[in-house]
């Protein structure tokens, strides 16, 4: 059987990811972090009992700014692939913890590719690296095109880039680069602007909420269906060679688009229910992102299926969904993916 270990088991790919692995047979490990709350609610479903004989699914602490922790951990857990997906992942909020952003989202990734080499295991290593990397550098973007971070997230992106490519050229390791474009899904937090988007049509089409409050509605971006985008990640993972790849729609949709589409399909009139909040804005905005997969496509048969406006119109059915049942935001989905939906009192 083989073993992965996930960090940021408990985010968006996370979870999607260790559904993926699960299916394919994997025993999956996920590093989580000590909270004063329950972080776990988009893995309950897959949780099983440590005891169960057929549990396939071990969770343990950790952080990845706690390089130790990380050496024990994978000493012990010895797994054939290693996922890095933790960061501190929100753009705007980078802006106000730049420090612990890099030390995240930066030399997380190092910590955690150090403690691979320390712990003497040979494994095959992911880094979850982001077209925000590109920036400034104008469309269409693809493994050649120049980095050019507009934010200190971008930063610490290229950073844990440069050390994942400088750890398989020094040490030869299998360590390879996932540079994804935005992808989206019912599980997307919901601070990021297509989940606040669509979240926000859901209760304004139930009477709950008038208004949301929005920045920059001309930037645009490239926004990709995240289950699809964990099968790349583990599609980089089985190639011969450690290599990296961009994946991408090559789609060209607005904020404002986005906004456009959500609404109509709800058939809410965006112009009455959308204001302005400069609280929004970036120090600096990345205008356009549009990325260029066809190296996914012809190396690894890697080729997305669902476009931008299929994916609004999924995240507002979600959404519309899951208020039916308040306070159990993944049950539909879960439903809709499925997988049982344990404690449930349908
Ligand atoms: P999420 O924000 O949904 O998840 C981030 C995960 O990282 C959570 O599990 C979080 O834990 C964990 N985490 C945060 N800080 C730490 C830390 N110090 N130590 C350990 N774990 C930590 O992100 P996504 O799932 O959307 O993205 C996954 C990765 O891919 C991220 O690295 C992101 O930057 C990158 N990426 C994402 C893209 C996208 O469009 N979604 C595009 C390109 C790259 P907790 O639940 O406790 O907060
Ligand atoms: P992004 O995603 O910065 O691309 O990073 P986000 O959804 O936060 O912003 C996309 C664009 O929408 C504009 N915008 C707003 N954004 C938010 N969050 N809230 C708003 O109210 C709002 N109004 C307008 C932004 O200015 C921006 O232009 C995501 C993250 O998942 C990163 O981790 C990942 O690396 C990149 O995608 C690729």
């Given at each position: 059987m083989r073993r992965a270990l996930i960090t940021g088991i408990t985010g968006q790919d996370g979870s999607y990811l260790a559904e993926l692995l699960l299916g394919k047979g994997?025993?999956?490990?996920g590093l989580i972090r000590r909270a004063s709350t329950f972080n776990t609610s988009r893995i309950d479903h897959l949780y099983q009992d440590p005891h169960d004989p057929e549990a396939r699914l071990f969770l343990h602490y950790g952080d990845l700014s706690d390089g130790a922790?990380?050496?024990?951990?994978?000493?012990?857990?010895?797994?054939?692939?290693?996922?890095?997906?933790a960061a501190q992942s929100h753009?705007?909020?980078?802006?106000?913890?730049?420090?612990?952003?890099?030390?995240?989202?930066?030399?997380?990734?190092?910590?955690?590719?150090?403690?691979?080499?320390?712990?003497?295991?040979?494994c095959r290593y992911y880094q979850a690296s982001s077209s925000e990397m590109f920036g400034a550098t104008p469309p269409p973007q693809n493994e050649e095109t120049p980095f050019y971070p507009r934010s200190p997230y971008g930063a610490a992106k290229v950073y844990a880039y440069w050390v994942t490519r400088n750890y398989?050229?020094?040490?030869g390791m299998y360590a390879v680069n996932g540079i994804l474009f935005n992808h989206e899904s019912p599980r997307r937090g919901e601070t990021f602007?297509?989940?606040k988007v669509t979240r926000a049509v859901a209760r304004i089409q139930a009477g709950l909420d008038d208004y949301?409050?929005?920045?920059?509605?001309?930037?645009?971006r490239d926004w990709g269906y995240a289950p699809e985008y964990v099968e790349g990640m583990w599609r980089m993972l089985q190639a011969d060679e450690p290599d990296d790849f961009v994946l991408a729609t090559g789609g060209?949709?607005?904020?404002?688009?986005?906004?456009?589409?959500?609404?109509?399909?709800?058939?809410?009139?965006?112009?009455?229910h959308v204001r302005f909040?400069?609280?929004y804005l970036r120090p600096t905005e990345v205008d356009a992102l549009i990325g260029d997969a066809s190296k996914a496509e012809r190396v690894l048969g890697w080729k997305p299926v669902v476009q931008t406006d299929e994916l609004a119109r999924i995240m507002v059915d979600a959404d519309i969904e899951s208020l039916k049942h308040a306070g159990r935001p993944w049950i539909d989905q879960c439903r809709l993916d499925g997988w049982p939906v344990l404690g449930s009192a349908e």
């Open positions: 994997y025993e999956v490990h922790r990380l050496v024990t951990l994978l000493h012990e857990i010895q797994p054939d692939e290693v996922y890095n997906l753009v705007r909020v980078s802006f106000d913890e730049p420090e612990h952003t890099g030390d995240t989202t930066g030399l997380g990734a190092m910590r955690l590719l150090e403690a691979v080499r320390m712990a003497g295991i040979e398989r050229e020094g040490y602007v297509t989940r949301v409050y929005m920045g920059n509605l001309d930037a645009v060209n949709f607005t904020v404002r688009d986005f906004v456009v589409t959500a609404f109509e399909h709800a058939g809410l009139d965006w112009e009455k909040d400069e609280r």
